[in-house]
T-cell receptor, first 113, second 115 residues
Framework: QQQVRQSPQSLTVWEGETAILNCSYEDSTFNYFPWYQQFPGEGPALLIS?????DKKEDGRFTIFFNKREKKLSLHITDSQPGDSATYFCAASANYGNEKITFGAGTKLTIKP | DPKIIQKPKYLVAVTGSEKILICEQYLGHNAMYWYRQSAKKPLEFMFS???????DNQTASSRFQPQSSKKNHLDLQITALKPDDSATYFC??????????????FGPGTRLTVL
């Protein structure tokens, strides 16, 4: 059973548009949700994270929207740039991240100039 | 300077052999982790260590053995290698349970191919 689901599997948007990446989870004990960005041949890099006590977290062009009741969250990337082209992983953890992280399968984002 | 070093970057092994994947972190963290990423599965948690003690093991096989010789080292020994072990192995680190921050930082990975 996949604990963290992501959609779509791949997404293409034009430069300057907003990309929306979706994520849902099963385990009610999850309370920490990091998003990681991964470029080919590199390790995942922490992009932005949110704790379940918040419903929104913003960092520059990246915003997480979190709906605890529906167990859903989304990552919005505004003013998308070609350099944002990467695979984005939604992840979840209990104990505010101080233990194993469960990853989704990822969304491959392509930004067309 | 890289904060998490993984060596080697690429590794080719024959079925049945044994290899050790090296991980060193210079972030001052006391918790370290191993994850695996393959074409068939998303990033998958394997082990977590805190202050050089095993905290969690989600690996079904005893062929995978972490080794922590220093608090900023967590190597991964894999014995009796199988083609299914082919994957990229990532080391990560964070402040431990109850520490200042929960964020886990990942190394660049070791890509293992078993022939």
């Amino acid at each position: 059973q996949q604990q963290v689901r992501q959609s779509p599997q791949s997404l293409t948007v034009w430069e300057g548009e907003t990309a929306i990446l979706n994520c849902s989870y099963e385990d009610s004990t999850f309370n920490y949700f990091p998003w990681y960005q991964q470029f080919p041949g590199e390790g995942p890099a922490l992009l932005i994270s949110i704790r379940s006590v918040s419903d929104k977290k913003e960092d520059g062009r990246f915003t997480i929207f979190f709906n605890k009741r529906e167990k859903k969250l989304s990552l919005h990337i505004t003013d998308s740039q070609p350099g944002d082209s990467a695979t984005y992983f939604c992840a979840a953890s209990a104990n505010y991240g101080n233990e194993k992280i469960t990853f989704g399968a990822g969304t491959k984002l392509t930004i067309k100039p | 300077d890289p904060k998490i070093i993984q060596k080697p970057k690429y590794l080719v092994a024959v079925t049945g052999s044994e290899k050790i994947l090296i991980c060193e972190q210079y972030l001052g963290h006391n918790a370290m982790y191993w994850y695996r990423q393959s074409a068939k599965k998303p990033l998958e948690f394997m082990f977590s260590y805190s202050y050089q003690k095993l905290m969690d093991n989600q690996t079904a096989s005893s062929r995978f053995q972490p080794q922590s010789s220093k608090k900023n080292h967590l190597d991964l020994q894999i014995t009796a290698l199988k083609p299914d072990d082919s994957a990229t192995y990532f080391c990560a680190s964070s402040h431990p349970r109850g520490g200042r921050g929960a964020e886990q930082f990942f190394g660049p990975g070791t890509r293992l191919t078993v022939l």
